[in-house]
């Protein structure tokens, strides 16, 4: 936060009428703030350009289907954003069969097309720009919006090497995508941004249309809790396409690539294994 911009509790008091008595820092520019009231909400401050109304764009869009649980907005600016903070508990199976459900209904609800977002079009994930422009296609649209960008900024910091630039540019042209409607994505459903609790809620999104297999892919990534149960029960209540497993390092491609740009070339080597096997598959 730079000069004469609202600290957390300033933040607050002016965007709710709360008034606080306590800040905690969770993370980053991140606060958990207690108000007089009893109350608990979380403060996240971002200054870049249409990131906090790209979060309040995409929390409320995921929001609509009632099919996942998301916190709640109390309010926000252009800088700070404001919601209800959730109270967390030890992972669950149940939890775990609710959110398979969840997100399963959640991507049946669609979008306008493949990278279609609900908010502004020159979003994020995490600390990365991500253009948000509608495409007809998945495949092309995956490999244009999704992973070229990345690739690119990769290669052109050294990150990664030309002929692995080909190979990753080669998975994406070659394995075969079973054509589905756009899906409406969660986009960064890492397992960070899983909350257990009494069931488990989903924070920091970057929503747009893709191919529902991607938000999968990505939950598996870095490790989930219970994660077998949440597959079980997303293919149960609205069953994959065959051969889904094997399409996961194509999803991965583009969160390895993203975090590639952000935290370096062992990501890209991840980024590489990943194109091989979606060769081999």
């Not at 936060?1 to 957390?8: A, I, Q, R, T």
């Not at 607050?12 to 958990?32: M, N, S, W």
């Not at 099919?67 to 199976?93: F, G, I, K, N, Y």
């Amino acid at each position: 936060m730079g000069p004469g911009e609202l600290n957390p509790a300033e933040a607050v008091a002016e965007l709710t009428g709360l008034t606080p008595v306590g800040v905690h820092a969770v993370a980053g520019h991140v606060f958990e703030v207690d108000t007089e009231d009893g109350d608990l909400v979380v403060a996240k401050y971002d200054p870049r350009p249409d990131a906090v109304l790209a979060e309040v764009a995409g929390l409320a869009w995921l929001t609509e289907p009632g099919a996942v649980a998301l916190p709640t907005v109390r309010a926000h600016d252009d800088r700070w954003l404001v919601m209800e903070a959730v109270e967390p508990a030890a992972p669950s199976a149940a939890a775990a069969e609710e959110l398979g459900r969840g997100l399963a209904d959640l991507h049946a609800w669609g979008a306008d097309g493949f990278g279609a977002a609900p908010g502004p079009s020159n979003a994020w994930i995490g600390l990365a720009p991500m253009r948000c422009e509608p495409g007809a296609d998945w495949a092309p649209w995956y490999l244009a919006d999704r992973v070229q960008p990345y690739l690119r900024n990769a290669a052109d910091r050294h990150l990664i090497d030309r002929g692995d630039v080909s190979t990753i540019e080669k998975a994406c042209a070659r394995v075969d995508v079973p054509r589905e409607p756009p899906a409406r994505l969660h986009g960064d459903l890492w397992s960070g941004n899983v909350v257990w609790s009494n069931q488990a809620w989903l924070i920091d999104p970057a929503a747009h249309g893709g191919h529902r297999e991607t938000d999968l892919a990505m939950l598996a990534l870095f490790g989930c809790p219970h994660l077998d149960t949440i597959i079980a029960a997303y293919d149960e209540h609205r069953p994959l396409a065959e051969g889904w497993r094997a399409r996961v390092p194509l999803h991965q491609l583009f969160p390895l690539l993203v975090h590639t740009v952000l935290f370096g070339s062992g990501y890209a080597r991840q980024a590489v294994t990943a194109a091989q096997a979606a060769l081999r598959a």
